[in-house]
């Protein structure tokens, strides 16, 4: 792992434990903690970019990305790539992955913990498109180029490329990944549940702008428990990741525009 | 002959989904299709591989394979249908 010098300031909500108390006969409703999600800025400093075989062009912005803050859009804009390989692809396990990716730690998590991360993507259409993924989630090592140790799951988009190609928003696990793939979908919101040193698993549903109702909804297992060691607990981390769709490369200049937003708790269920 | 079963109760709700993944023998794949939950039944895990010899292209017999075949079938037919 490369060094953090700089603490990151995370402003993602952490939900305490509570306890239960049940209602007597007063109709009193459960407890519930009301979440408002962080919009992601990769420019406010708490992000790392690691980006091995230069994808992203660092000369834009802040490392690659600018943040709209009126509108809660990230642009990130890539160098460019002459020749492809399934290592570009987020979703693939053939040749490791060496897609860039932007990472920081999540305050007090750990692989052992009960880590819930809920993201939502909302793709900008009006740029124009190229054969792209993108992952945000959760990670035990992100600046592994090994699948089986970086040990990622997350929220995932992809797009073909061509206009007439649908986006597809849904789960990545690992290097592997299932997505409601429709014309009509405008975001998708995705949760993703570790615990106890397993990757766990993850749901999806995506949804239309014009009705604002669901299209489609799935879900997809890791099958994973990443074996770090029994009782060692070591630190897992946001991550936000650029790669391919398939193995094709990059035209310099192309940009990702989205909308990512997140929030992640640390459960405890020791405290009841 | 054993039972397999379908985990598949709102067949109306399918939508195709984009997947891509690894098969059990490690190769992967990237597709849309259908995702059809097989469940094979603990205790009758067994029996089904007793009637099966990978070493025999003509294995499973007819009477397996169809029992097998039909279930899915049935299955991505009622989701089919749905759409």
């Known amino acids: 792992m490369s060094d953090i010098t700089t603490p990151p300031s995370c402003s993602d909500v952490v939900v305490p434990a509570h306890t239960c108390t049940p209602g007597g006969g007063g109709g009193a409703s459960g407890p519930v903690v009301p979440v408002t999600s962080e919009v992601v800025d990769l420019t406010d400093g708490s992000w790392t970019l690691y980006d091995p075989d230069g994808l992203i062009d660092t000369s834009y912005g802040t490392n690659g990305a600018t943040f709209d803050s009126g509108t809660g859009f990230t642009t990130i804009k890539m160098a460019g790539l002459a020749v492809g390989d399934f290592k570009y692809m987020i979703a693939a396990l053939n040749n490791g992955h060496f897609w860039p990716r932007w990472y920081r730690a999540i305050d007090g998590a750990d692989n052992l913990k009960t880590v819930q991360m809920t993201t939502e993507f909302v793709n900008d259409a009006t740029v124009t498109p190229w054969a792209r993924s993108i992952c945000l989630g959760v990670a035990n090592d992100p600046t592994s180029t090994d699948p089986n140790i970086m040990d990622g799951t997350g929220g995932f988009f992809r797009h073909g490329g061509s206009p007439s190609n649908a986006t597809q928003y849904g789960v990545w696990m690992i290097a592997s990944q299932t997505s409601g793939s429709n014309l009509a979908n405008s975001r998708g919101v995705a949760t993703v549940l570790r615990s106890r040193d397993s990757l766990g698993s993850g749901a999806f549903i995506t949804s239309r702008d014009d009705t604002g109702r669901a299209i489609a909804s799935g879900t997809r297992n890791s099958n994973f428990n990443a074996g770090i060691g029994a009782g060692d607990a070591v630190p897992v981390y946001h991550i936000l990741g650029i790669g391919t769709y398939g193995s094709g490369g990059i035209v310099a200049g192309s940009l990702v525009k989205m909308r990512f937003a997140q929030t992640s708790s640390i459960i405890d269920f020791t405290g009841a | ?83």
């Open chain 2, 1 to 83: 002959m054993p039972e397999i079963f379908i985990d598949f109760p709102e067949p109306d709700t399918a939508q195709p989904e984009a997947v891509s993944g690894q098969g059990v023998d490690g190769t992967s794949f990237d597709t849309e299709g259908f995702v059809i939950p097989v469940v094979v039944p603990l205790d009758q895990a067994q029996a089904w591989l007793d009637l099966y010899d990978p070493a025999n292209q003509y294995s499973p017999d007819a009477a397996t394979s169809r029992e097998i075949a039909r279930t899915v079938l049935d299955a991505l037919k009622a989701i089919v249908e749905a759409q």
